[in-house]
């Protein structure tokens, strides 16, 4: 039997946050390859319209919304126009959010309010906006992008591994809430993908990299393009009785 037709996503929608560039961009390109419709949200407007060419280059929809996270009405409004102008939300991918190097006993309340809200209120928000309209719809699928900072210790930034860790829980929970409506949530999480971030961190720090390096088993660093394939699964048939789960990217580091 052929099963490569329980991958294919033609004629879906699919929102994906934080997709002007790294893992969000690659997301997205990945999406409208499967088959998807996407709207690229990102607070740059320029470098999500970049996105939104090339999505439309290959022959899909595609919306460019510029999208502060942070705020909940801009949420309303990325999921209002998605729904208004290219008609239902089937996918959602919350791979919005950032961070910065602080220590633990050096990061102020500010920060770490800041850091929680970015990474976690966003996703809590965008999921109650795009979850009331996959409630209506009877179906959909969000896919919330943690980190293993969550799932492990993270002295890089406190905050961070919190807000990741509170992804991983919230994505259980939701799922068993949504379940009813068979709306399917799940998780990814990666690890060190080089990203423009990524590099920025260990830009100058051979002794950071190298660190970094011995404490993965397969010797690299992961791709953007890693992501996409996983996305890709859980968005599609093939993951029909996959809910509540979080997969792992990050080329055993967590193994060890």
Request: hydrophobic residues 40%; aromatic residues 6%; charged residues 20%.
């Amino acid at each position: 039997m052929n099963y490569s037709h329980i991958f294919q996503l033609e004629g879906r929608v699919a929102i994906v946050t934080g997709s002007g560039r790294g893992i969000g961009k690659a997301i997205a390109l990945g999406l409208a390859d499967a088959g998807c419709d996407i709207v690229v949200a990102a607070r740059t407007e320029a470098e999500i319209k970049a996105t939104s060419s090339e999505i439309e280059g290959k022959g899909r929809r595609s919306l460019a919304i510029p999208t502060d996270v942070r705020q909940s009405e801009q949420i309303a409004t990325l999921i209002r126009r998605t729904e208004n102008e290219l008609g239902k939300v089937d996918i959602l991918v919350n791979n919005a959010g950032g961070s910065f190097a602080v220590s633990t006993l050096d990061m102020n309340e500010g920060g770490w309010d800041a850091i929680l809200r970015e990474n976690l209120k966003s996703v809590f928000l965008c999921c109650k906006e795009a979850g009331g309209i996959m409630k209506k719809q009877g179906c959909g699928c969000i896919i919330n992008i943690a980190s293993i900072a969550g799932i492990r210790s993270y002295s890089f930034n406190a905050a961070y591994g919190a807000a990741k860790a509170g992804i991983i829980n919230f994505t259980k929970t939701l799922a068993v809430d949504l379940a009813p409506y068979h709306i399917r949530v799940n998780a990814i999480a990666p690890g060190f993908i080089e990203t423009e971030g990524l590099s920025k961190l260990l830009e100058g720090d051979n002794e950071f990299r190298s660190s970094i390096m011995r404490r993965i088993p397969y010797g690299k660093l992961g791709r953007p393009d890693d992501i996409v394939g996983a996305v890709i699964y859980l968005s599609s048939d093939a993951s029909e009785y996959v809910t509540g789960q979080t997969i792992v990217i990050d080329g055993g580091m967590t193994s060890i």
